[in-house]
């Protein structure tokens, strides 16, 4: 976003260190109750990513929700783009940019929001999932400023986005690379990594967990790959840590992934040197 030069004034200089451009704040649920902190002055977008499983040519309605807890009052204007996997990574399409998309498609009620400070309002976006589409997923961005800025003030902007991936078929598929050890330090355990690829046509979000087995095929430790979602055609390397120090030694390691009811399995081995 382009704005004309400004000059600041001290209200804005403080708000401008407030972090939301595409941010999603969270509070932790559970476990021991945290010390009191001073609230953070935040804009929240719930929910931040949706899977809904559909027929082609169905219609589906979401609904979104956004809190300002800025002391300002925000305006929102409500843009569907089409998610698009190119050499692995995704992109941002504009609707209407690609054959058969679905972004095309989208209908937000109402399309735009003013969100008075300190409160939440709420807006719906409905798409329809044309039969013949390659595509499974769209953002949608709330592109926000403020609703009644002061002559001459700051330009002030924020953009949210919400993630809605679609899954028609049962057609979903992840292959992977062979798994790769960082070696053990004197300050750092034993790490693995592998990289998954999405060679379905559904979105996934494949959960994993490795065991790691000595020379008798006992199990020494178990660790957990944080999950990552994979449109079609998309990559992503999942990493976790031994949680144990090994001794020296030969080890054999099973990983398995879990994902819409299949599972990817992976045998290796390493040495764990003196």
């Not at 940019?97 to 937000?108: H, R, S």
Request: proline content about 8%.
């Amino acid at each position: 976003m382009t704005t004309r030069p400004f000059r600041f004034s001290a209200f804005f200089q403080c708000l401008l260190q407030i972090a939301v451009a595409g941010v999603l704040y969270s509070q932790p649920v559970g476990g021991d109750k945290p010390e009191v902190a001073p609230q953070r002055a935040t804009l929240a977008l719930s929910p931040a990513v949706s899977m809904l499983r559909v027929r082609p040519g169905q219609s589906v309605t979401q609904t979104f929700t956004l809190a300002n807890q800025l002391p300002i009052e925000m305006r929102f204007a409500i843009e569907t783009q089409d998610v698009v996997v190119r050499d692995g990574k995704r992109t941002f399409v504009p609707a209407g940019q690609i054959p058969l998309g679905i972004a095309f498609t989208a209908i937000a009620a109402p399309s735009s929001v003013v969100v008075p400070a300190g409160q939440t309002v709420s807006a719906s976006v409905t798409v329809t999932v044309p039969p013949e589409t390659a595509q499974r997923a769209v953002v949608v961005f709330f592109k926000g400023q403020i609703a009644a800025p002061d002559k001459g003030s700051v330009g002030f902007g924020a953009s949210l986005g919400a993630l809605i991936t679609f899954n028609i078929s049962n057609d979903s598929k992840v292959s992977a690379s062979a798994l790769a050890v960082s070696p053990q330090t004197s300050s750092a355990n034993l790490g693995f990594s592998m990289a998954l690829v999405n060679s379905g046509v559904e979105p996934v979000v494949p959960k994993g967990v490795i065991a790691i087995l000595d020379e008798q095929g006992k199990r020494i430790a178990k660790a957990t790959f944080e999950p990552h979602r994979l449109l079609p055609g998309e990559s992503g390397q999942f990493a976790t840590l031994c949680p144990a120090v090994l001794k020296p030694g030969r080890y054999r390691t099973l990983s398995s992934f879990e994902y819409e009811g299949k599972v990817l399995t992976n045998a290796g081995e390493f040495t764990v040197s003196e």
